[in-house]
């Protein structure tokens, strides 16, 4: 058997100017000590626009608590674009996420991912996880928010029989719901899991209404004593946050503490953008008139600069690009900071002016 150290010695002196491990990541493509990469060994359709993408993780990952996500790198034309996916595998699994194809690198990551591709990926992280001790839960979610709570479900029910989780899951329709039948299998088994399916487009025909009680009542008459977990679009989470505030206001205690909600994009103050700027991308040579509303991330990246990225939505710090001069304005308060020198974090601050970025 070859050993590895050997290899990469070999691979040094035969090729230049090719990096050892560069040579090793073609032999093993999961080898590099640079950059966690990951093999993808199955992919299930969910619904018309979903698929679940499961992955071999190299060296270097951490098992994931469930509700986390990771950061995933995928290459398009040659560019490197990440993103964030929660990881909808049950805890203790093999991780896997599951995709809606919404957008450009998610459109891309469900039309095209097949077995034996590679993925670039970051170790799990985030805060959005099952309470330390058992309690009755509420999962509320719509669309591809019920991707972090299935692992939660996948995690909890078939191992706790002391699980009360009632999950209320909104989708347009039976065929656009993620999970449906797992759902209603899992509910069969286990009588600690109660599935409400609420569809806007069919047997409800409207949205679940958050702005008061009324429809949780339906569904959930005891929500207020439930620790509550919510994923989903802006608007359904900032209703969500505002019936418990109300709730709290008027003297359900339980209900202060206990929504925690995920957000897959950030939370912008309306009119925060100003009168944008010239922005120059120096190390790239690039110059860009960016209106005040658009983030310098997306300034870069249209304008074609390879600009770090991960979650964008000012949670991973993943795209911290030095300031060479100007002043930028923080989208989700309108604040305008700057100094030279700066780490800005690029997806969510705008130009507020001309502004130099060292990349
Ligand atoms: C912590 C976290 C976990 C996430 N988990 C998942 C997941 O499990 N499954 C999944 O499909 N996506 C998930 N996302 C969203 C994902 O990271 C991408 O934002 C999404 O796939 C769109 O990327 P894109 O390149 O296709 O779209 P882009 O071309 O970049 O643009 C799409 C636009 O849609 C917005 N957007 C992002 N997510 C949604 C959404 N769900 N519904 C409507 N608009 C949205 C973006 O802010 C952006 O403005 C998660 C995001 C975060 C931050
Ligand atoms: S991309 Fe995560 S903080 Fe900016």
């Not at 304005?329 to 100094?339: A, I, Q």
Request: aromatic share 6%; glycine share 8%; net charge negative.
């Amino acid at each position: 058997m070859v050993r590895i150290p050997a290899l990469r010695r070999m691979a040094s002196l035969l090729l230049t100017p090719l990096e050892p491990e560069d040579v090793l990541s073609l032999v093993n493509p999961l080898s590099s000590h640079r950059q966690l990469r990951g093999v993808v060994t199955k992919v299930t359709r969910e619904t018309p626009e979903s698929r679940t993408i499961h992955f071999r993780p190299g060296r270097g990952w951490n098992p994931h608590d469930a509700g986390q996500w990771a950061r995933i790198g995928v290459e398009i034309d040659g560019v490197r674009h990440w993103r964030s996916y929660s990881l909808s595998a049950p805890a203790g699994a093999d991780p896997a996420i599951t995709v809606t194809a919404i957008g450009f690198v998610s459109t891309e990551l469900v039309r095209r991912t097949k077995v034996g591709d590679i993925l670039f990926l970051d170790v799990p992280q985030g805060d959005f996880v099952l309470p330390q001790h058992p309690r009755p839960l509420l999962m509320l979610t719509a669309g591809s928010g019920l991707t972090p709570v299935m692992s939660m479900i996948r995690t909890l029910v078939p191992r706790r029989p002391d699980a009360d989780v009632v999950l209320v899951h909104s989708a347009r329709t039976r065929d656009d719901a993620l999970f449906h039948d797992e759902l209603l299998e899992l509910a069969d088994q286990f009588p600690g899991l109660k599935v409400v399916h609420w569809f806007t487009r069919e047997a409800q025909g409207r949205r679940l209404d958050l702005t008061d009680a009324t429809d949780l009542e339906t569904v959930c008459p005891d929500w207020r004593g439930r620790a509550a977990y919510a994923c989903g679009p802006a608007d359904f989470l900032d209703a969500a946050t505002a019936l418990w505030d109300r709730a709290a206001a008027e003297g359900a205690a339980e209900a202060t503490t206990a929504l925690t909600i995920e957000r897959f994009a950030p939370v912008l103050l309306p009119g925060a953008g100003g009168e944008g700027g010239r922005v120059t991308f120096e190390k790239s040579d690039k110059v860009v008139d960016a209106p005040g509303d658009c983030t310098l991330l997306d300034a870069g990246e249209q304008a074609g600069v390879v600009m770090p990225s991960g979650c964008r939505m000012g949670i991973c710090r993943s795209c911290l690009t030095p300031l060479v001069a100007g002043q930028v304005r923080d989208l989700r308060t309108g604040e305008v900071h700057g100094e030279e020198g700066e780490l800005i974090q690029t997806c969510i601050n705008a130009a507020a002016g001309p502004v130099h970025l060292d990349i």
